[in-house]
């Protein structure tokens, strides 16, 4: 079995400074990684994913992710926020032998101007 | 491709109707996954078929759900009777290989 914990419910930044959404991750097995983003009343976009390749992995929008299997952590960061960017992220893990995901509870990312 | 559509956007019903969602995956996709999201519990994965196989249903909630997949391009996610507790916005994706593609949600409100 496979989950994930998104170690806070609520980011709040200001315009222009760095992002972090935490995320660990527990599976059995080698897990494929995602972050989805939800803006209000949108489904859910993926921004980037992690599939046992580079353990940077570059998204959309300026977002990377670093898989860190000794952390069990792949956590999501962003040079510089911007205000489009407020909206809800998921952090998602997938078993490779199984391919159901399972999705954490959510971040909800404030940007302040 | 138009991406995963979902009807309808928005149900209203009361409370012991039926109620039945629509998705239709984005042509060539061999999974489909339909999930439940509301505040309280956040993002639930009901069902999620394979080839329009149900592989594990153990996310839905009661007897009352079902959900079926006729063929590679339809499925259904069925509520009876319904109850309040089951409003909620439901979300239907598709996948090939590693990425999954979302669709708009339907939002369910039963009075």
């Known amino acids: 079995a496979q989950s994930v914990t998104q170690l806070d419910s609520h980011v709040s930044v200001s315009e222009g400074t760095p992002v972090l959404l935490r995320c660990n991750y527990s599976s059995s097995y080698s897990p494929s990684l995602f972050w989805y983003v939800q803006h209000p009343n949108k489904g859910l976009q993926l921004l980037l994913k992690?599939?046992?390749?580079?353990?940077l992995v570059k998204g959309i929008n300026g977002f990377e992710a670093e898989f860190k299997k000794s952390e069990t952590s792949f956590h999501l960061t962003k040079p510089s926020a911007h205000m489009s960017d407020a909206a809800e992220y998921f952090c998602v893990v997938s078993a490779n032998n199984n391919n159901d995901m399972r999705f954490g509870a959510g971040t909800r990312l404030t940007v302040k101007p | 491709d138009a991406g995963v559509i979902q009807s309808p956007r928005h149900e209203v019903t009361e409370m012991g109707q039926e109620v039945t969602l629509r998705c239709k995956p984005i042509?060539?996709?061999?999974?489909l996954f339909w999930y439940r999201q509301t505040m309280m519990r956040g993002l639930e994965l009901l069902i999620y078929f394979n080839n329009n196989v149900p592989i594990d249903d153990s996310g839905m909630p009661e007897d009352r759900f079902s959900a079926k997949m006729p063929n590679a391009s339809f499925s259904t996610l069925k509520i009876q009777p319904s109850e309040p507790r089951d409003s909620a916005v439901y979300f239907c994706?598709?996948?090939?290989?590693?990425?999954?593609?979302f669709g708009q949600g339907t939002r369910l409100t039963v009075v």
């Open positions: 994706a598709s996948r090939v290989v590693s990425e999954a593609f």
């Open positions: 992690y599939t046992s390749a580079a353990t």
């Open positions: 042509s060539g996709h061999d999974y």
